[in-house]
Nanobody, 121 residues
């Protein structure tokens, strides 16, 4: 079955960096657009970033532009989210998603279980 497994979350101070990874299995990774979403306590799940199946196109939420970078390695079935200049408002559970049909917006055919990111002030 399809599995998306996120890792790399943790607790860092404001201004710090984290790199999230999402390893996919059970699907033809290079055929899927991939994305990252996040959900803060008491809030809805929000889009963060997306990357097309080829890696040639990327799209970011305004709140993370210039700070976050999404990338992928199709040989490793892995998508990454490099997060720099982190702010307390970036605190959330971050989810990886795979979508074979849409890119913008990326809706997600499959989802990971999430990884917690906590930014201290």
């Amino acid at each position: 079955q399809v599995q998306l497994v996120e890792s790399g979350g943790g607790l860092v101070q404001a201004g710090g960096s984290l790199r999230l990874s999402c390893v996919a299995s059970g699907l033809t990774f290079s055929s899927y657009n991939m994305g990252w979403f996040r959900q803060a306590p008491g809030k809805e799940r929000d889009f963060v970033a997306a990357i097309s199946w080829s890696g040639r196109s990327v799209h970011y939420a305004d709140s993370v532009k210039g700070r976050f970078t999404i990338s992928r390695d199709n040989a490793k079935n892995t998508v990454y989210l490099q997060m720099n200049s982190l702010k307390p408002e970036d605190t959330a559970v971050y989810y990886c998603a795979a979508d074979s049909h849409t890119f913008i917006p990326l809706r997600g055919d499959f989802w990971g279980q999430g990884t917690q990111v906590t930014i201290s002030a």
